[in-house]
């Protein structure tokens, strides 16, 4: 197809790093009812990657401490504006809330710093696992990264990770140590997952040690999320470690892993995959929470089954595209296999269209907070699947149209608070794009080549005037009319003609999205395509956004 703003960029390998605002106001006076609202979003946002503290022992410290004889917990009090200033984030209702969240959070960061990490504790670890959330929130995921490093190493020190010691605890202490190790685990896997970065915990197994082992109806809702993350989470190290140690997969490997993902969806409660409500009754708080965990939870599930099978996808795809048997990313013993390859390719299909949709559904009915802090990497690991998919296949089905317009329309929503969610929207529009110049090339060729009854007389070739417009409408295929699952095996029309572009990678946009005019650029070069220029030949196993440590000049996002 040749350059095309989805292509064309000198930020490629550059990850998208904000700034961190500046505490500018003077007369700030914290108001103690919002903080307590705040904190309630605080339990929201988190349900499904952390459970830390019981709203108990948050009410209990937070009656406490402005006692003078009461026992001061640096890392307690710090962990507590920490909550409030995540709620604040998440909420983002008007100005007051992003002071709050500014102010409390540079107060934290202050005291939990303060002590120079000399004398690691269970609040260390809980402190600055909340701040490593708070980071990803503000699009500062390298300082994320740095302060889960922190958390993972006290946690060392402290031998969390030891579970058979836990023993020699009572159960209450025994409870708090489990959940904060597998919080720990949880986040960490799930955002390292998506950067393509070394996990700061190893391998755990927590199962032997729960104080409530075989009485699941004294779990708590939170724990019970908690704990579907962790056991997903378990898997998808699995699957990163065998595809960093390999290089590819074979297919029986990723059937393996594909039954125990189904398994472990199979063990779900029903609350956690269904909800029901009436639609002339509001929202309450505990029924977001409640949803959002679940959301948290089936997302995760089905970036697990994308990160599995896009590899079969892509090396399906490309074969299409280029005619030969693939960059080699994946094993195929015997071609009877290829039919079990292309379900195991749907499958991620079906995965990124299943995950677009439901957040799209929680977004028009009002579940979504304002700044959803893994949520926008997932929806944009779903467009780059359903976006390669629909430019591959020419025609792609309607409901992957859809899919791929809801992934936009979410994080187009999510942008208003969040520059990393603006970032995605932003590449995933220059990839439509692309997808609708490609189909329209594709519709001339078979006019071309196929009306044997109608010439064309007269082909204009003018620029358009000032006051004309391009379209820029999102790609859809109106002779499509398959609705069903449909084969991937369906030949490109048109031959050798490709699109370029590596999925995951950052652009430069220093300005408003503009899409370029390319309808005087040469679409048939007489040649075969380049698709190492554009690298694609590393890509078919990376799902991950690995870019480099190197975020400058850095982006003035505030």
Request: hydrophobic residues 40%.
């Amino acid at each position: 197809m040749g350059p095309s703003l989805f292509t064309e960029n000198t930020r490629r390998h550059v990850m998208l790093e904000a700034t961190s605002p500046e505490d500018t106001s003077n007369n700030f006076v914290e108001d103690e009812h919002q903080k307590r609202a705040m904190i309630d979003v605080y339990f929201v946002a988190t349900n499904g990657m952390l459970d830390l503290f019981s709203r108990e022992e948050v009410e209990a410290y937070s009656a406490t401490v402005d006692t003078p004889s009461a026992e001061k917990r640096e890392y307690m009090t710090a962990a507590l504006d920490l909550m409030v200033a995540i709620g604040a984030q998440c909420r983002a209702a008007d100005q007051f809330d992003r002071q709050y969240a500014v102010r409390l959070f540079s107060r934290a960061q202050k005291t939990a710093l303060a002590s120079g990490l000399e004398d690691p504790c269970l609040d260390m670890v809980r402190c600055f696992l909340l701040m490593t959330f708070y980071m990803l929130g503000a699009c500062r995921r390298n300082a994320a990264f740095m302060y889960m490093g922190i958390a993972s190493q006290a946690a060392s020190a402290l031998g969390l990770h030891v579970t058979e010691q836990y023993r020699h605890f009572n159960a209450s202490d025994q409870s708090v140590r489990l959940r904060t190790l597998r919080s720990l685990r949880v986040l960490d896997v799930m955002y390292c997952s998506i950067l393509g970065r070394p996990y700061s915990t190893g391998a755990i197994r927590t199962d032997h040690v729960t104080p409530n082992s075989g009485d699941v109806e004294t779990s708590s809702p939170r724990q019970l999320r908690l704990n579907a993350s962790f056991r997903v989470c378990t898997i998808i190290a699995q699957i990163t470690q065998r595809l960093d140690c390999d290089g590819s997969m074979g297919l029986s490997t990723a059937e393996e892993f594909l039954k125990r993902l189904q398994e472990w969806s199979v063990s779900l409660p029903d609350d956690m995959r269904q909800f029901k409500k009436p639609v002339d009754q509001p929202l309450a708080l505990s029924e977001q929470e409640q949803m959002i965990g679940n959301i948290h939870v089936s997302c995760v599930y089905y970036f697990a089954v994308m990160l599995v099978t896009r590899p079969f996808l892509i090396s399906h795809l490309m074969q299409q595209l280029t005619g030969n048997a693939g960059d080699g990313s994946v094993t195929i013993a015997t071609p009877d296999a290829q039919a079990n390859v292309i379900d195991v390719a749907q499958a991620c299909i079906d995965s990124a269209i299943l995950m677009a949709n439901m957040c799209y559904e929680a977004l028009q009915s009002g579940i979504l907070l304002k700044q959803m802090c893994i949520m926008k990497a997932w929806v944009f690991a779903a467009g780059l699947v359903l976006g390669f998919s629909m430019f591959a296949q020419g025609e792609s089905r309607f409901d992957m149209d859809d899919a791929f317009n809801n992934a936009r329309e979410v994080l187009r929503n999510l942008s208003i608070h969040s520059p990393q969610a603006e970032h995605y929207y932003e590449i995933l529009s220059g990839f439509a794009d692309v997808i609708q110049r490609h189909r329209q090339h594709l519709s001339r060729e078979r006019r071309r080549s196929k009306n044997k009854y109608v010439d064309q007389i007269l082909a204009l070739d003018a620029s358009p005037s000032a006051g004309g417009s391009h379209s820029t409408s999102s790609p859809r295929t109106p002779l499509s009319t398959d609705h069903g699952i449909g084969p991937l095996s369906t030949a490109i029309p048109g031959g050798s003609e490709t699109g370029g572009g590596v999925l995951g990678t950052d652009f430069d946009f220093n300005g408003p999205l503009q899409m370029a005019d390319y309808s005087q650029w040469p679409l048939e070069n007489g040649g075969g395509f380049d698709f190492g220029m554009f690298g694609w030949d590393n890509f078919a196993m990376q799902i991950s956004e690995n870019f480099s440590f190197d975020n400058e000049p850095a982006w003035g996002v505030t």
